[in-house]
């Protein structure tokens, strides 16, 4: 009951922009973690379908640190604007290649700017 409770409160997240689709967290957490066709990153497909040390697994392996643990209340600011904010994606092979870095954003920092911009009062 204690560790649902602690499970309940925090969700995981992939920073698509920085995933250069290795498949290492959709084969240590396949229910979890899928890989979106368009692009080739992982995507999480649904929150706990793994167990948490299968999920776990899956966020240590991952070469480029791209999946996180985030509190459940940040996750659907997070996914909006990994959606409609940041649209533009990097190509995996260009990425792999050191090429276009200047292109990539951090997901983090865009996500409390817009929250802070969204709360502002007028």
């Not at 995981?12 to 250069?20: A, G, L, P």
């Not at 692009?39 to 040390?53: I, K, S, Y």
């Amino acid at each position: 009951p204690k560790v649902q409770a602690e499970q309940m409160q925090k969700a995981v997240f992939v920073d698509e922009i920085s995933c250069i689709g290795c498949k290492n967290c959709a084969n240590a957490a396949p229910g979890v973690f899928r890989m979106e066709k368009d692009h080739g990153r992982a995507r999480v497909f649904g929150q706990w379908l793994n167990t948490e040390d299968e999920i776990q697994e899956a966020i240590d392996t991952c070469p480029s640190d791209c999946i996180h643990w985030v509190p459940l209340e940040r996750l659907a600011p997070l996914e909006y604007v990994m959606r409609y904010v940041l649209r533009e994606r990097l190509n995996v092979g260009l990425m792999r290649a050191g090429q276009g870095r200047h292109k990539l954003r951090d997901v983090f920092v865009k996500t409390a700017q817009f929250v802070k911009a969204m709360t502002q009062d007028d």
